[in-house]
């Protein structure tokens, strides 16, 4: 039986797609459709306003297209690499191809692997588990801590952490100056391409240049990069990459690490299951006898999330037939909109470790003298509705070297029990997208220099880690 994998999702999402395209008010208008962009949310000041999200950094919205694509194929659904039916034929052929189109977005060379996971934290666990025995990880301490951590865990290998540099220069002569030091042996670099907190990009190239001189393997955590500008796996010369899909307008559970097949070869697989193993027979003496699979198969065992699957590569042809160069320049122009708003803000002072001239994606913090920046970002939403983020997003040694911190001042996840206007270590992360219009941003100006200029009309304070409004 031939089994053809096509339904009506695809012609209807083109056209959905070019409808979102074109015109010349690129400026003001979101290049792509998303979800969310017409709900409407209270404000503690009476009334409700059109929701600004604007913490695409966390998790964007999901495109419109991705949702119209899995809704097309949800009556399709069926079981992956397991079942005879005509939908699991159907589905199996679908989990494939979005796989092709993962590589094919990420310019994946002929022999790379492409692998769904949970998500970015998932992927770099899974290759941290697939570590050759005494393999040197080397890191800076401004990674996310999805980045940071993994390798500590990995049996019997060792971490080195690189101060945080403040130029690419100096971070790419660092890594040069540890891995020239290192003793024989596996070596691995894992760097971000666009930091979760100054937005700034890595000069990664660089990167996987002073790695390859010195035989060591990168893996590039693209978690930031890979929604704001095209990843060329082949082109960068990086071994991996890893991405999350909810971070890609596709929030349905899966993420992606792909790239150089061996060391995940002759890794153990990451889960023991069905889907993973060849063969399972009871052997004479009791034990169970497994052969596993060599190829993707190995490191993904149980049902596969096809959907997840499908949602990413969904994403992958939406940003590339919108034209990635396109979404890139407009993005850029609203960030300049955003940054010299926040610059004519003198209280504001943007985060940064390489300056403010270093090209950066779409995310942005910033602290505000006088504010406690978790009151800040609950008066945005009470008062404004609009959504950001506060905190140390989960990069908590790089927050301390752009606030300045002293190595005991106290800060961790949640909002901190701070009174109005008492400084803790925390910041603000304004961050939006491809669907995000021009509307958001500057509603966000407005109110960010109203909190400023008057202050808040209602008090805040912390409840369980969140920071709420409590009148008068
Ligand atoms: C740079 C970076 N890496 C890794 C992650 C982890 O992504 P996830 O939470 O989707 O696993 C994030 C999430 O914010 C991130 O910003």
């Known amino acids: 039986m031939t089994v053809t994998t096509t339904f009506s999702a695809f012609s209807a999402s083109s056209a959905a797609a070019a409808a979102v395209s074109g015109g010349s008010d690129v400026e003001l208008r979101a290049p792509l459709a998303v979800l969310g962009g017409d709900v409407r949310v209270p404000l503690v000041t009476g009334g409700e306003v059109a929701y600004a999200a604007l913490d695409y950094a966390a998790s964007a919205p999901a495109l419109r297209r991705v949702w119209d694509d899995v809704a097309a194929y949800a009556p399709y659904y069926g079981s992956v690499h397991r079942g005879a039916g005509y939908l699991s034929q159907l589905s199996t052929d679908l989990f494939e191809q979005s796989r092709a189109t993962v590589a094919g977005f990420l310019g994946c060379r002929p022999d790379d692997q492409v692998l769904f996971t949970r998500s970015t934290t998932d992927s770099l666990n899974l290759l941290a588990a697939a570590l050759p025995a005494g393999t040197r990880v080397f890191v800076f301490e401004t990674e996310h801590h999805a980045a940071l951590l993994p390798w500590q865990r990995a049996e019997d290998a060792e971490v080195v952490c690189l101060a945080a540099p403040r130029t690419p220069e100096q971070a790419v002569a660092a890594l040069d100056v540890a891995l020239h030091g290192a003793p024989k042996g596996p070596k691995l670099v894992c760097v971000t ?52 899909g909810h971070k890609l307008y596709a929030p349905f559970g899966s993420g992606v690490l792909a790239g150089r097949p061996d060391w995940l070869r002759d890794a153990e697989p990451y889960l023991a299951g069905g889907g993973a193993t060849r063969t399972v027979t009871r052997g004479a003496d009791g034990r169970v006898d497994v052969q596993w699979h060599e190829g993707v198969a190995r490191h993904e065992a149980g049902s596969p999330n096809v959907i997840g699957a499908y949602a ?66 609950a008066a945005l939403s009470a008062e404004h509705g609009i959504g950001v983020r506060d905190g140390l997003f989960c990069a908590h040694p790089l927050v301390r070297v752009l606030l300045d911190s002293a190595p005991g001042e106290p800060g961790e996840c949640g909002a901190p029990d701070a009174e109005p206007g008492e400084r803790s270590l925390n910041a603000v992360r304004v961050s939006f997208g491809a669907g995000t219009p021009a509307e958001h941003v500057d509603r966000f100006l407005a109110a960010a220099r109203s909190l400023v200029a008057d202050g808040a009309a209602w008090r805040y304070h912390t409840e369980e880690g969140r920071c709420v409004p409590v009148k008068g």
């Open 193 to 244: 391409g666009a930091s979760n907190v100054t937005g700034e990009l890595w000069p990664v190239r660089e990167l996987a240049a002073a790695a390859h001189r010195h035989g060591a393997r990168i893996v590039l955590d693209a978690a930031q990069l890979a929604p704001h500008h095209p990843v060329d796996v082949a082109d960068l010369d990086v071994d991996w990459v890893a991405f999350s």
């Open 312 to 377: 990413i590569a969904s994403a992958c042809r939406a940003l590339t037939e919108a034209g990635f160069d396109r979404l890139v320049e407009r993005e850029q122009a609203l960030l300049a909109r955003l940054t010299e708003g926040l610059a004519a803000i003198p209280q504001v002072r943007v985060l940064s470790l390489f300056g403010p001239d270093a090209p950066r994606v779409g995310v942005v913090s910033f602290v505000v003298d006088g504010w406690n920046s978790s009151h800040f970002a």
